[in-house]
């Protein structure tokens, strides 16, 4: 449905559980909250410890903000408490709203667990306002947050309607008229005024006159039934987006030469590093556009392995990066300008200065540098970490990622056990190499095996280690036969003691002549 | 006239006399180089035949991660074509061959070998290493002395030291400390005839200011984290071991294969318990 006529249109995103949600989303204390038990946050008021979020489960169990947490937890042992942390709860939606920033320019935060969005003249991007709420609740449903939303005409209407009314809204004006008095935001005397006064709807209060109103409840309900119905707009302050940072430098006359685009760049530099302070960002990726005076534009992006304002390490990149450029950069008539933009940055606190006499710096810059000089030179995927994935089929156990992108993590491997061999390992081939093999008896341990044309004998084997195929991966896999080949590895040893890991692809109730491959090689 | 004080050229240049030495745990190896690895110089491991470039690379990590690294980063540099023929390093490989992993690793792909050098010597600057492998396959003429020079100046300069594996190559003359080749040794088996620890042969063919010529078969004890001489472990009485080195296969003490199906939590656990089972 779209409405014609209207002037605005605001939709008010509540999260009734915002703090219990933000916990079950960060990964940070996953040991601390079992996934399924009920989740209380508690926080020092006066002298006791008192319940001041909860999450479904707990409030379904009838427990309440405010409660201490002594009674919470004789009533239900089983509870997963933490502390309750504000700041973090604050900044996080924050975060979200930047995210709404998809949405609408003009997004609005409603602390401490509302967010507002100004969708007049972006709905219709979306199909309508209520394709683009139910878009929103998916994108917060994704994060794991429990969502309710309103729209209306009025910031503070949505976000009454969003808190106070049953959903779904069908006539905005009546659903304002049926909200409860305690929807206005009043004070505690007031709204109790109100109720003994019998006007239990705002609606009710509406109906009177705004004089008698004011003289009985204050000024403070008359500003609030204005603000519902319109008639008065509240003040909003809309988050900032932020913008990438872009620097422009013209020439009056193309400039050739290579010091004049050096000494353009420094200054470039010296501009950006002093607004990335301003900030409080350090650029992880720089991007410098050389626009030729015959409109050819030449980009060169390089991009840091940590957020960095050092122009230095940001001019040995570009240095790097031309040095690197299969054909040179050629100026032909010159370059009337150049730019500088900085499309990724991070948040980057000053750091204290090192002493002057203390030698080497930061051993882990150096290593980034390294990371960063190379993956200009050879191009990001050819520096790369190794991690460990989730699965136990050998070649499909690590995979290896840019080092540019992924900070070094320790690897969560087992560590071996002692007085034992290696029993994986150290060189792979993906895809592993076909291999001739003689057994003794068809599903026995290997005798001899042809490898590159040479015909070597085992000595010494154990075995077999038995992989099964990834079954629940695959579609069908549930059935017999339907899940995949499953492998026999055995560590062998030659005559000249080298060491293999060889496979049969296939059990013999499986396949009938299962093929051999050697996987890896040991030291 | 007055006499011009000499300038002292002693303390400009870097101090070549003493090298940091990194002890091998083997005696004879150790008294051999002086009092173990020279860190900050150029060791070359060549792999005795083709074949051996597994245990080739594998001394190499050994050295790289457990000898000279002490845990430090290490960096390993690879051509792009070599990945096929030589394999894909595994990082549980390389934790059960030397026990414990470098607190980082990272795993350069050049092009062609000039950019290989390039990263090499870029990567000798990092002083925060503990050790740069350079695994270079095939004869690779642009690995000469020139090139080995340089990559020895960035390596004093930092005390990094490179390991140059070399895989398919005759020795050409070059500025490293050492020289070594490496082939595979049968291993002492384990309980039911099963391969044992990683044993290297190993011949020192050159030392710069020492002796060479000599050989061992080392055995890599990864819970120690030292090298052993197998020749002299051999006949050591280890109930855990079984003494049936250079035997044949015997057939009759080959168990029955023992199946299981592997889940995420016992995966090393198959071979493992199967050999329990023969021990007792």
């Not at chain 2, 140059?164 to 003359?173: E, F, H, T, Y």
Request: proline share 8%.
């Amino acid at each position: 449905m779209i409405r014609i006529g209207r002037k605005a249109l605001y939709l008010a995103l509540w999260f009734p559980f915002l703090p219990t949600d933000r916990l079950r989303a960060e990964p940070s204390s996953p040991s601390q909250t079992p996934p399924d038990a009920p989740l209380v946050l508690h926080a020092r008021q006066g002298g006791a410890l008192r319940l001041v979020a909860l999450d479904a489960a707990a409030a379904q169990l009838g427990l309440a903000g405010g409660m201490t947490l002594a009674d919470a937890r004789a009533r239900h042992p089983d509870l997963a408490v933490q502390e309750h942390d504000p700041a973090a709860d604050a900044l996080w939606l924050e975060q979200l709203g930047q995210d709404c920033i998809r949405f609408t320019p003009h997004v609005t935060l409603l602390p401490p667990d509302g967010i507002g969005l100004d969708i007049t003249g972006t709905a219709h991007l979306f199909g309508d306002e209520a394709a683009l709420a139910e878009l929103v609740e998916d994108h917060c449903a994704a994060l794991g947050l429990t969502v309710r939303s309103a729209c209306a005409g009025t910031l503070a209407a949505a976000r009454a309607l969003a808190r106070h009314a049953p959903l779904p809204i069908t006539d905005e004006a009546a659903a304002i008229r049926a909200l409860p008095v305690s929807a206005l935001g009043l004070d505690a005397e007031a709204t109790r005024a109100c109720l003994r006064a019998g006007l239990k709807t705002v609606g009710d209060l509406a109906a009177r006159p705004a004089a008698s109103i004011a003289a009985r409840f204050g000024m403070a309900a008359v500003t609030a039934l204005h603000r519902l119905s319109g008639e008065e707009q509240a003040p909003s302050v809309p988050l900032a987006v932020e913008t990438p940072l872009h620097f422009t430098r013209r020439f009056a006359e193309p400039v050739a030469h290579q010091d004049s685009i050096a000494a353009a760049l420094a200054e470039l530099l010296d501009r950006a590093v002093a607004a990335l302070r301003e900030r409080g960002h350090g650029g992880r990726a720089f991007r410098l556009e050389l626009h030729r005076s015959d409109g050819a534009v030449h980009a060169l992006d390089v991009a840091a392995a940590a957020p960095t304002r050092d122009p230095a390490r940001i001019q040995r990149l570009f240095a790097e990066r031309i040095g690197a450029l299969a054909d040179p950069l050629d100026p032909g008539f010159g370059y009337d300008s150049i730019t500088l933009a900085i499309p990724a940055a991070q948040r980057l606190d000053a750091a204290q200065a090192a002493f002057a006499d203390a030698g080497a710096g930061d051993p882990a810059s150096a290593l980034a540098e390294l990371v960063e000089q190379l993956s200009t030179r050879l191009g990001p995927g050819r520096i790369r970490r190794l991690a460990a994935q989730d699965s136990h089929i050998p070649e499909q156990a690590q995979a290896a990622l840019p080092a540019l992108t992924h900070p070094a993590a320790p690897l969560r491997l087992s560590a071996p056990a002692p007085g034992e061999p290696p029993l994986r390992p150290l060189l792979l081939f993906d895809p592993p190499q076909p291999v001739e093999v003689i057994a003794e008896v068809p599903d026995g341990p290997p005798l001899r095996f042809r490898w590159q044309r040479k015909l070597l004998e085992v000595r010494r084997y154990e075995g077999p280690e038995r992989i099964a195929a990834e079954w629940w991966r695959r579609r069908g896999g549930e059935a017999p036969g339907g899940g995949g080949l499953t492998r026999d590895y055995y560590r062998v040893e030659d005559q000249r003691g080298r060491r293999f890991w060889i496979f049969r692809h296939g059990l013999y109730a499986e396949r009938a002549d299962p093929r051999w491959f050697l996987h890896g090689l040991f030291a | 006239m007055i006499a011009v004080p000499r300038p002292d050229l002693s303390l400009a240049l870097p101090d070549k006399a003493a090298p940091l030495r990194c002890p091998t745990g083997v005696a004879s190896l150790d008294a051999a180089l002086g009092g173990g690895l020279a860190a900050g110089r150029i060791h070359e491991i060549h792999a005795a035949e083709p074949d051996d470039g597994a245990s080739a690379a594998g001394f190499a990590a050994l050295l790289a991660a457990g000898v000279l690294g002490r845990g430090k980063p290490l960096v390993w540099l690879r051509e792009r074509g070599a990945v096929r023929a030589s394999g894909i390093v595994q990082a549980e490989g390389l934790l059960e061959l030397c026990g414990t992993l470098p607190r980082d690793c990272l795993f350069v792909l050049a092009d062609d070998t000039p950019a290989l050098l390039r990263a090499g010597h870029d990567a000798l600057r990092c002083a925060d290493l503990g050790a740069v492998l350079l695994e270079a396959r095939g004869p690779m003429p642009r690995l000469d002395l020139t090139a080995s020079r340089r990559l020895l100046l960035a390596a004093e300069r930092t005390g990094v030291t490179l390991l140059l594996l070399r895989i398919g190559a005759q020795p050409v003359p070059s500025a490293a400390d050492t020289r070594w080749s490496v082939s595979a040794a049968p291993s002492r088996a384990l309980a039911a005839n099963a391969p044992g620890a990683p044993t290297f042969d190993l011949a020192l063919l050159r030392q710069r200011a020492g002796p060479s010529g000599l050989s061992w078969r080392l055995e890599w004890n990864r819970d120690q984290r030292i090298f052993q001489d197998a020749a002299r472990e051999r006949f050591s009485t280890n109930p855990g071991h079984r003494d049936g080195a250079d035997l044949g296969p015997a057939r009759g003490e080959r168990r029955e294969p023992c199946y299981r199906i592997v889940t995420d939590d016992q995966r090393c656990d198959g071979p493992k318990s199967a050999r329990r089972a023969a021990v007792a």
